[in-house]
């Protein structure tokens, strides 16, 4: 099948890979698209395992400040160089993980950031909602243990789905951005400040 520029533009808009990247995964599959799509995930995802390990001393802080000025976010996206770190695609990724904080509200941004107190909180909530509603005991463990699982996905920034895409996690987003840029990229740091709540 020939694979004609449209193609590889509407699979660049798509996935925002390189041209040459999205030609090679259009011939690669044959002219799926979806094929296509899932091609280049895959390389960002082996791309990030790849660079997962270097420093990323360089970056940005971004804000996000909501309409009416009550709710703001501030983050800070590390990188290897100072060129990412200036490239437009980062910034607005910066951004978009900003106002996804602002609107989703997350504790961390990885599992193990979250405080034990928060997880041992509502681990003894949802043992005591199993043990009430008159379940075995030998069942409330594997109940309890699947609601964590669950609640820690909703309060852990790179678990969280995509505020803007749903089917996408903040990891995917990363990942892609990782396999875009071609140097490791991480999510340092963020603050969420709302007014009237500590």
């Given at each position: 099948?020939?694979i004609?520029?449209k193609?590889?533009k ?7 890979a ?15 698209m979806?094929?296509?799509?899932d091609?280049?995930?895959q ?7 790849k ?8 970056g940005v ?25 200036k490239?437009?695609?980062f ?26 107190e ?9 043992v ?6 008159g ?5 409330v463990?594997k ?9 820690i996905?909703e ?22 951005l ?5 140097e490791?990229i ?13």
């Amino acid at each position: 099948m020939e694979i004609t520029s449209k193609m590889v533009k509407d699979l660049r808009d798509k996935t925002a890979a390189g041209i040459m990247d999205c030609k090679k995964a259009l011939g690669d599959t044959g002219g799926d698209m979806e094929k296509a799509v899932d091609l280049l995930r895959q390389k960002g995802l082996a791309v990030a395992a790849k660079r997962s390990g270097r420093a990323t001393n360089e970056g940005v802080i971004e804000t996000y400040i909501h309409a009416g000025g009550n709710l703001g976010v501030m983050i800070e996206l590390g990188c290897e160089t100072d060129f990412v770190a200036k490239n437009d695609d980062f910034r607005a990724f910066a951004r978009d993980i900003a106002m996804h904080i602002a609107a989703l509200s997350p504790v961390a941004v990885t599992r193990e950031e979250i405080p034990a107190e928060v997880v041992a909180r509502e681990k003894e909530i949802y043992v005591k909602q199993a043990l009430d509603s008159g379940k075995p005991e030998a069942i409330v463990e594997k109940m309890v243990s699947g609601k964590i699982e669950k609640f820690i996905s909703e309060i852990c920034l790179t678990e969280q789905r995509y505020v803007k895409n749903p089917d996408l996690s903040i990891q995917d987003l990363l990942n892609e951005l990782v396999g875009k840029m071609g140097e490791n990229i991480s999510i340092k740091r963020f603050a969420r400040f709302q007014v009237g709540s500590e």
